[in-house]
Each structure stands twice: as C-alpha cells, then as structure tokens.
C-alpha cells in the first residue's frame, strides 16, 4: 500500500504561483510513475502532469507554467505551479501507479494510489 497526503493548495489571485507537495510512504515496489490531476466542480479529473525519473510530461494548457518534479530522499513529489489562471482552479490530486508501455502518464485508470486532494482557488 501507497498512502500519499497532499498540500500547498491555496487561495491566490491571477498570475501568482503555488507549490504543492506531495508527501509519499508506504511501499512503492510496485510503483514506477508518479502524477498530478485536477477536478473542477462538474468536470472529469484530468492529468496535469506526470514524472518517471527524469522524464515528464504535460497537458497542454500547463506546459510552460508549471513544474512537476521529485525528491527521492524526502519521498515527496511537488508541482510548482506559476503564472496561476482563474481556469486553474480545482481541486488536485497526486497519484501513484505502475504503468504498462502502453499505459498513457496522464490517464486517471493508469494510477492506483490516490490522495485526497489539496484545493486550488485562483481569482481574477
């Protein structure tokens, strides 16, 4: 089992930054990718970025903005997350799951361990 407990979350207004962490334990053998994901009120969760070592990856709308990185010696993963749009505001989640090849990084089915989220308000 995977426990993964997030913070950060904020109220900011447009154009500021946040940084949320993610901190991990438990056992993660079985584990290969780690991930961010927000939820709107109404919307589906949708992938905002992954990492696997030093490979990341983007949606579209965030690429340029936010920064998804990892400290293996704090066991916590992070999203620095800058130039804040009020469409950004969600509620994120961080994820952990053992990918197949032809698993996609930012699919939610591809994750197994979820946290329970840290809210993103972002006002213009």
């Given at each position: 089992?995977?426990?993964?407990v997030?913070?950060?979350?904020?109220?900011?207004?447009?154009?500021?930054?946040?940084?949320?962490?993610?901190?991990?334990?438990?056992?993660?053998?079985?584990?290969?990718?780690?991930?961010?994901?927000?939820?709107?009120?109404?919307k589906?969760?949708?992938?905002?970025?992954?990492?696997?070592?030093?490979?990341?990856?983007?949606?579209?709308?965030?690429?340029?903005?936010?920064?998804?990185?990892?400290?293996?010696?704090?066991?916590?993963?992070?999203?620095?997350?800058?130039?804040?749009?009020?469409?950004?505001?969600?509620?994120?989640?961080c994820?952990?799951g053992?990918l197949?090849?032809?698993?996609?990084?930012?699919?939610?089915?591809?994750?197994?361990?979820?946290?329970?989220?840290?809210?993103?308000?972002?006002?213009s």
């Amino acid at each position: 089992q995977v426990q993964l407990v997030e913070s950060g979350g904020d109220s900011v207004q447009a154009g500021g930054s946040l940084r949320l962490s993610c901190a991990i334990s438990g056992d993660t053998s079985g584990t290969n990718y780690m991930a961010w994901f927000h939820q709107a009120p109404g919307k589906e969760r949708e992938g905002v970025a992954a990492i696997r070592g030093v490979s990341t990856y983007y949606t579209a709308s965030v690429k340029g903005r936010f920064t998804i990185s990892q400290d293996n010696a704090k066991n916590t993963v992070y999203l620095q997350m800058n130039l804040l749009k009020p469409e950004d505001t969600a509620m994120y989640y961080c994820a952990a799951g053992r990918l197949r090849i032809t698993g996609w990084p930012l699919s939610a089915s591809s994750y197994t361990y979820w946290g329970q989220g840290t809210q993103v308000t972002v006002s213009s």
